[in-house]
């Protein structure tokens, strides 16, 4: 089944789950309205479900070929790519000062998702290419940002982010690629890197790689390494294309999902060196590289959403036409599955968990603009805690759920979901991917445990907790039957919260923090996701006449009875399971 971009859910979402009709109403854009949004996320629609998503499956069965050095991919590929720079998409949220169109990132980021949705293995490539961007406008010096800018906005030229090696994944500090100063300003660069996403392909003409080395006298672990920008072309004077730099793909892997997606391992330095150009200063690589983690974790959020999101709509579809026994209350002939209860449970579970994610992730992304389009100092770096707070949990919830709706996609499917031809399968592989890559969901955890809980002392996270718990308040308010036990549910899911959060502050660097803080992630994630759902629901029912408030109650009321209760389980894992992780090697014997 194809995918249709949901674009009306979108918006919405987007608006008054995430806070962008907020952002929109204290001035935060300028004078740009609401009308030029939904015209640009409904042309993102058009393009995701006419020109990208028949890709998908052509991507996944034919892959990305390696050949004598090249890549080629998947057939259409290159020239889908070519409609879709050509339409402005790469530029949408990118300085204007090099072509972009300074559109806010929270815009970018819903079409991120239906990009996605459409063919994850296609929607990845400018995930990266965004991410140098971002990556090179704030650390790039000029002669840089002239010279690479205006190519990777406009998508002539796509970005490579390079940090692993096979000694070297989560552990990035543990990097061996080396880079020596050659004079005028450039480096040489020897060594080997893996795994790089879309390091070698056909659909532009030169690839800018940003590749973590190290430097012969840099201290050791993550404070010796420096970041640079190797082109697959060196340019002349004139910025054409030049001699071929002494860069090269050596491989591509095959892997369980994403095939159109070329994951290379790279080769530095087989003819002398290949030149590089430092980004930021030496031996301060990865706080450049930061800032392109960052962008890109969001990114990758909303891949999880993209492949929820699709997982769900088949699965919709699946079991409207599926016909199997009979619903209780049904008289005669057999019902289709959609009717029976459990059935109802995993879509709804589907829908919910997907919701609950694109919520969050637009909501981070609000916060990334709050944080550079703020006038107003203090509010620019509070949102700039709301913004470090809230993407790990986007990156890392976001992206488990997409890996369990495509789970239970499949499942929808029974038997036809593990046939490949349906297509389910392939949403399930595809999906497996996001947890492992941009850092796996693990280091997110910690991520959010050890570093975002202590900002401000504590006080950025109690100051979300307490928004969260107005919304609680607000349902609760409303008095209205069909939000149920919402309003009780969402404030049990909030003390569970503040009490498991509490905890972790006393101890943010503890092993048993360490142990709790997958849990702890999730945890988050059900009280925020249940808030933002009810947040939506509320506005809806607010909205004069809106005919989908009925079932952004319903979805809402959902996720609070059914899903956001589990987080008084978690709490007690968070709070009481960490000696019998810490102290149990013996099971592990
Ligand atoms: C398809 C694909 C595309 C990729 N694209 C890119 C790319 O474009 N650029 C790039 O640089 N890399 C890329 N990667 C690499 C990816 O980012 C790494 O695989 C990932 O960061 C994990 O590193 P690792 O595989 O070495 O796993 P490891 O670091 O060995 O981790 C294994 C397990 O141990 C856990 N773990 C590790 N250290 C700790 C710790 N300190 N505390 C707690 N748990 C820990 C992890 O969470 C994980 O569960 C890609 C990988 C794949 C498969």
């Known amino acids: 089944m194809s995918y249709r971009a949901p674009v009306f859910d979108i918006a919405f979402a987007l608006k008054h789950a995430a806070g962008f009709k907020q952002a929109l109403d204290d001035g935060l854009y300028g004078d740009l309205s609401e009308d030029v949004i939904d015209a640009v996320l409904t042309e993102a629609g058009k393009f995701a479900t006419e020109v990208v998503a028949p890709l998908n499956v052509v991507g996944d069965r034919a892959g990305a070929v390696f050949k004598d050095g090249a890549v080629a991919t998947a057939p259409g590929w290159k020239e889908a790519y070519h409609a879709w720079t050509q339409a402005g998409w790469n530029a949408l949220a990118a300085p204007g000062v090099w072509g972009g169109q300074g559109l806010p990132q929270a815009v970018n980021v819903a079409c991120l998702e239906m990009?996605?949705?459409?063919?994850?293995?296609?929607?990845?490539?400018?995930?990266?290419?965004?991410?140098?961007?971002?990556?090179?406008?704030?650390?790039?010096?000029?002669?840089?940002?002239?010279?690479?800018?205006?190519?990777?906005?406009?998508?002539?030229w796509t970005g490579t982010m390079q940090l692993t090696e096979p000694q070297a994944g989560s552990d990035v500090g543990a990097l061996r690629t080396r880079a020596e100063r050659a004079g005028g300003g450039t480096y040489r660069l020897t060594g080997q890197k893996i795994f790089i996403t879309y390091g070698e392909h056909d659909m532009t003409g030169n690839i800018v790689h940003l590749v973590l080395a190290r430097l012969p006298d840099a201290p050791a672990g993550s404070r010796g390494v420096s970041l640079f920008l190797v082109p697959k072309f060196?340019?002349?004077?004139?910025?054409?294309?030049?001699?071929?730099?002494?860069?090269?793909?050596?491989?591509?892997?095959?892997?369980l999902g994403i095939h159109g997606s070329p994951t290379c391992t790279m080769v530095f330095g087989d003819r002398g060196g290949a030149t590089g150009f430092l980004i930021g200063e030496e031996n301060r690589g990865l706080a450049c590289m930061f800032t392109m983690m960052n962008q890109a974790r969001l990114a990758v959020a909303l891949q999880g959403v993209g492949i929820a999101e699709r997982a769900t709509q088949q699965a919709l579809a699946y079991a409207r036409e599926r016909k199997q026994g009979r619903a209780a209350g049904t008289r005669e002939g057999m019902s289709p599955i959609i009717d029976h209860p459990d059935v109802k449970r995993m879509l709804l579970t589907m829908r919910a968990l997907t919701g609950a994610a694109r919520a969050i992730s637009y909501a981070t992304a609000v916060a990334v603009d709050r944080a550079h389009r703020s006038t107003d100092e203090a509010a620019r770096m509070a949102a700039n805690e709301r913004a470090s707070l809230l993407?790990?949990?986007?990156?890392?919830f976001a992206t488990d759920v997409g890996s369990e709706v495509s789970s239970l996609g499949v499942q929808v499917h029974g038997g036809m979901g593990y046939i490949e031809e349906t297509g389910a399968a392939q949403h399930f592989r595809d999906a497996r991917i996001a947890p492992i890559y941009e850092g796996?969901?693990?280091?997110?955890?910690?991520?959010?445990?050890?570093?975002?809980?202590?900002?401000?002392?504590?006080?950025?996270?109690r100051t979300y907790i307490a928004e969260l718990r107005r919304t609680a308040d607000a349902v609760k308010a409303a008095n209205d039957p069909a939000f149920g036990a919402t309003g009780a549910r969402l404030a049990e899911a909030i003390d569970s919260l503040e009490r498991a959060t509490e905890w972790l502050l006393k101890q943010p660097q503890s092993d048993a923090a360490l142990a709790g803080a997958t849990p702890y992630l999730r945890l988050f994630a059900h009280?925020?996701?249940?808030?933002?759902?009810?947040?939506?629901?509320?506005?809806?029912?607010?909205?004069?006449?809106?005919?989908?408030?009925?079932?952004?109650?319903?979805?809402?009321?959902f996720f609070a009875e059914n899903i956001a209760v589990a987080a008084t389980g978690l709490e007690r894992i968070v709070t009481e399971g960490a000696t019998s992780?810490?102290?149990?090697?013996?099971?592990?014997?």
Do not use: C
């Open 391 to 396: 993407t790990p949990v986007a990156k890392a």
């Open 440 to 461: 796996t969901n693990g280091i997110q955890a910690i991520d959010l445990v050890t570093r975002k809980l202590p900002m401000s002392g504590g006080n950025a996270v």
């Open 527 to 557: 009280a925020a996701g249940g808030a933002l759902l009810a947040e939506q629901a509320l506005a809806a029912a607010r909205l004069a006449g809106e005919s989908s408030a009925p079932a952004r109650i319903a979805l809402a009321r």
């Open 115 to 156: 990009w996605n949705s459409a063919a994850m293995a296609f929607g990845i490539a400018p995930v990266l290419t965004m991410a140098a961007i971002d990556a090179l406008t704030a650390h790039g010096s000029d002669e840089l940002q002239r010279a690479y800018l205006p190519k990777l906005v406009s998508g002539e």
């Open 581 to 589: 992780v810490n102290a149990s090697e013996a099971a592990l014997a």
């Open 234 to 255: 060196l340019l002349n004077p004139d910025g054409s294309l030049g001699p071929r730099n002494d860069v090269r793909a050596h491989s591509i892997e095959h892997k």
